[in-house]
């Protein structure tokens, strides 16, 4: 892994050899000294190699040039490098970039940035000098590198000459917080569009941009990693706290800030905001419950999770089943030990619903043994009063269908060419069919 200095070799003046006057630069950051030269690239080095940070040394300096900057200047820069430079890096200097602004061309020279830079390199990208394709082939190469060969981009570098103040020294500006924003969007995406929050909480580790500071808050990133474990596990009597707790952290944040931290902020909002709920969860088989259900499996279909769809829609059926418990077995909070143990009914109801009571054609009825049976015949007058209000006929139609589709996720057919598409609209449908069961649910008082 190298430190990989990148920079455009221009021609300056037409009329002048140099084509460069001299000029004073300055980089506060990194040394109160300024540097008297006329190339900005001998200024940057200089100042890296000034700094008291050890690591900002430079292994290579690669220099892109076209013929005519290469005969004007090459060697001019060079002998400036040796005068003011302790430490020569190697200096590299690719096939001279042809003039004629064709898409090949620009594409040739692109692919030979990338042939430059080595897996895990730290890279200085120089913008002073080049032609005006230099700035988005040098960004889409940043940003292309940093995921193919998982770069760092230590500075994004301008050396502005001011004209109107040639006297003064001209500032070296790093503009490397333009670049590490598109991180800190993609991170946002991921925990938007993925729910996966640990990008984020990576980027809050290695990067510090004082626009962006609220989102790389500790205790910000703690609260999104808990609501989207909760989300990811379909953890339904938590999800609505751990999302009313992390949308308190980013509405906190929200009224402190504009411009790109509020939109990002606004996007977590706006896309986890459904979930969260006005009154706390009552631990019981109600319909707060249900709708929680729902919900978490609506945001997990637009996540593309589609084996946790899956489960939790297997599971919200099962569910279904424990609300007609009564007796001994009834109205018990989830989480506690007999809740837990109780949940067996939720197998037993599962497969009540999957297949039809009595043989029909060449397809068996049902076949209960054992405890199995008694717990089916606990079930039985539930089930007799959901067959009554035409909610398990509803259920037979697509329960198998869930079961099935949940069961290939382990057995690696859903792998197939064209299966997640149709995984995809399979689940939007049942989740329909589920939402309207609930609703029929609570219309007709079935919930306890």
């Given at each position: ?8 070799l221009g021609i300056g003046n037409f009329n002048k050899t140099p084509g460069y006057d001299q000029a004073e630069y300055a980089w506060t950051e990194k040394t109160p000294q300024t540097m008297t030269c006329c190339f900005a690239q001998t200024a940057i080095l200089a100042g890296l190699e000034a700094s008291e940070n050890q690591n900002d040394t ?170 989207t474990d909760c989300i990811r596990n379909v953890d339904v009597n938590n999800v609505s706290q751990k999302v009313n707790d992390a949308l308190a952290y980013v509405q906190q944040s929200r009224t402190r800030v504009g411009g790109s931290a509020r939109l990002m902020l606004d996007l977590v909002w706006e896309k986890f905001c459904t979930l969260a ?172």
């Amino acid at each position: 892994m190298a430190h990989v200095f990148i920079s455009f070799l221009g021609i300056g003046n037409f009329n002048k050899t140099p084509g460069y006057d001299q000029a004073e630069y300055a980089w506060t950051e990194k040394t109160p000294q300024t540097m008297t030269c006329c190339f900005a690239q001998t200024a940057i080095l200089a100042g890296l190699e000034a700094s008291e940070n050890q690591n900002d040394t430079v292994d290579r300096a690669v220099l892109f040039c076209t013929r005519e900057s290469h005969e004007k200047h090459l060697d001019a820069l060079k002998d400036e490098f040796k005068r003011h430079l302790k430490q020569m890096p190697e200096i590299i200097i690719p096939d001279l970039v042809p003039t004629d602004m064709t898409a090949d061309n620009q594409w040739a020279w692109f692919e030979q940035l990338l042939d430059n830079v080595g897996f895990g390199d730290r890279l200085i990208m120089d913008f002073t000098h080049g032609m005006r394709a230099v700035p988005i082939i040098f960004s889409s190469a940043v940003g292309f590198l940093t995921r193919a060969k998982h770069i760092t981009l230590d500075h994004a570098l301008y050396a502005w000459y001011d004209r109107e103040r040639k006297d003064a020294p001209h500032p070296i500006v790093d503009m490397k917080d333009f670049y590490v924003i598109n991180d800190w969007a993609e991170s946002v995406a991921r925990l938007t569009d993925d729910a996966d929050a640990r990008k984020l909480g990576d980027m809050a580790k290695q990067s510090q941009v004082d626009a962006l500071a609220p989102l790389a808050d500790e205790h910000l990133i703690a609260a999104f990693q808990e609501m989207t474990d909760c989300i990811r596990n379909v953890d339904v009597n938590n999800v609505s706290q751990k999302v009313n707790d992390a949308l308190a952290y980013v509405q906190q944040s929200r009224t402190r800030v504009g411009g790109s931290a509020r939109l990002m902020l606004d996007l977590v909002w706006e896309k986890f905001c459904t979930l969260a709920t006005d009154y706390p969860p009552s631990g019981r088989y109600d319909q707060p419950y249900f709708e929680t259900q729902i919900k978490i499996i609506e945001v997990l279909m637009e996540h593309r999770l589609f084996m946790q769809a899956f489960t939790a829609m297997r599971e919200m059926v099962g569910s279904i089943g424990m609300v007609g418990l009564t007796g001994k077995y009834g109205n018990k909070e989830i989480a506690s030990n007999k809740g837990r143990r109780y949940r067996r009914f939720a197998d037993i109801f599962i497969r009540m619903v999957s297949i039809a009571e009595t043989p029909e054609g060449n397809k068996k009825g049902w076949k209960f043994v054992g405890q199995d049976a008694k717990d089916k015949d606990t079930l039985y007058p539930w089930f007799l009063e959901l067959k009554d209000a035409e909610i398990e006929q509803k259920l037979r139609c697509i329960v198998k269908e869930i079961v099935d589709i949940r069961n290939g996720f382990d057995h690696a057919w859903t792998s197939r060419t064209g299966a997640l598409e149709e995984i995809e609209e399979k689940g939007k449908e049942y989740l329909t069919v589920l939402h309207d069961i609930v609703s029929q649910m609570a219309e007709q008082n079935l919930f306890s």
